[in-house]
């Protein structure tokens, strides 16, 4: 539900003057300049009702003008009920090599799942694609990354920084993620920022030994998610309902291992890093920890814990931790 609707779902719950109805339509006939509805509400024991409108206006979704695009023996294969173009985990034609599609079409990929049918999912998106599109054009596209050293320290705070600011993590919750690469060849790590998760193990990513990836997901939950027991332990964060972040280890495509970080109220898992002269004065009291900051640097000392060794071994048998 977008906020521009709460104006008018207020002056509903207020009585004033329109309405939101949960009903079923069996009958729409014009009457002079009126159109007579029929309905039957879904939750008041079949009680029905006629109702007379100006006017109606459906808002059943679009379907994608192929047509007047595309000419005949070139026509991309469409998904979706031939609403949308199937595309692969690059947004590219499935069946037209070097098409590739932007803007909300992107959705085909992560339908009703995360927020790609909307601006402030699928500009994130098209960040993403310009540099699959670079590649795809230049034999000797370097994508863009960070070079760090193989130290789960300098590892573990550039995954706390990036989970604490990057918007397309947040935004994308398990649909778009950074890969990190241990490159022991040369000494190093590279930290790539923002990739659709499935396009990782699709491309060269995957051909990797040992790489990472970083996401944020939410959990399983039932009900109400504004009534979710909660038991803060950062030692059971892969029992959290509410978004937080995730570190999958893997060795060409198969996955070894997995991480959690337990959620945070402020989506912020940085120590002594809040604008201003001092930290925010946080008196949350948690299960085992004297305040939240202490809770904060106990996600880093797990989070360091399980990249030691990881950075460099790699490992047969899946694990979860």
């Known amino acids: 539900?977008?906020?521009?609707?709460?104006?008018?779902?207020?002056?509903?719950?207020?009585?004033?003057?329109?309405?939101?109805?949960?009903?079923?339509?069996?009958?729409?006939?014009?009457?002079?300049d009126e159109l007579v509805v029929t309905l039957e509400f879904s939750h008041a024991?079949?009680?029905?009702?006629?109702?007379?409108?100006?006017?109606?206006?459906?808002?059943?979704?679009?379907r994608w003008d192929c047509d007047s695009l595309f000419g005949d023996g070139l026509?991309?294969?469409?998904?979706?009920?031939?609403?949308?173009?199937?595309?692969?985990?690059a947004w590219e034609s499935e069946n037209l090599p070097g098409l590739f599609y932007a803007g909300t079409i992107?959705?085909?990929?992560?339908?009703?799942?995360?927020?790609?049918?909307?601006?402030h999912g699928f500009r994130f998106n098209v960040l993403c694609l310009s540099r699959i599109v670079q590649r795809h054009a230049e034999e000797d596209y370097r994508w863009p990354c960070e070079e760090l050293p193989?130290?789960?320290?300098?590892?573990?705070?550039?995954?706390?920084?990036?989970?604490?600011?990057?918007?397309?993590?947040?935004?994308?919750?398990?649909?778009?993620?950074?890969?990190?690469v241990v490159?022991?060849?040369?000494?190093?790590?590279?930290?790539?920022?923002?990739?659709?998760?499935?396009?990782?193990?699709?491309?060269?990513?995957?051909?990797?030994?040992?790489?990472?990836?970083?996401?944020?997901?939410?959990?399983?939950?039932?009900?109400d998610p504004f009534a979710e027991h909660r038991v803060p332990d950062a030692a059971k964060a892969y029992r959290d309902a509410y978004l937080h972040p995730r570190i999958r280890r893997y060795s060409?495509?198969?996955?070894?291992?997995?991480?959690?970080?337990?959620?945070?109220?402020?989506?912020?898992?940085?120590l002594d890093q809040h604008l201003g002269a001092k930290p925010l004065i946080r008196e949350m009291d948690f299960i085992g920890q004297a305040d939240a900051t202490q809770f904060q640097q106990t996600h880093r000392?797990?989070?360091?814990a399980y990249l030691q060794g990881k950075l460099g071994n790699q490992q047969t048998a899946p694990s979860a931790d």
């Open 1 to 32: 539900l977008r906020a521009v609707n709460n104006d008018f779902l207020d002056t509903y719950i207020l009585k004033g003057q329109n309405s939101v109805l949960d009903a079923t339509i069996h009958r729409i006939e014009k009457d002079d």
């Open 45 to 62: 024991d079949g009680q029905r009702a006629v109702l007379a409108y100006d006017r109606i206006i459906t808002c059943t979704g679009f």
């Open 75 to 89: 026509r991309p294969q469409l998904a979706c009920e031939d609403r949308l173009p199937a595309m692969s985990s």
């Open 106 to 119: 992107m959705q085909i990929r992560d339908l009703k799942k995360t927020m790609s049918n909307v601006l």
């Open 150 to 180: 193989v130290d789960a320290d300098a590892v573990a705070e550039k995954i706390i920084h990036r989970v604490s600011t990057n918007a397309g993590l947040m935004h994308q919750p398990g649909f778009l993620c950074d890969v990190f």
């Open 183 to 223: 490159n022991r060849a040369a000494g190093r790590v590279e930290y790539y920022d923002v990739l659709p998760v499935e396009y990782v193990n699709d491309s060269h990513f995957g051909d990797h030994d040992n790489y990472f990836i970083v996401t944020m997901e939410y959990g399983e939950f039932e009900g």
């Open 252 to 270: 060409r495509r198969e996955l070894l291992d997995e991480h959690h970080i337990s959620e945070s109220l402020e989506n912020d898992w940085r």
């Open 301 to 304: 000392q797990q989070l360091v």
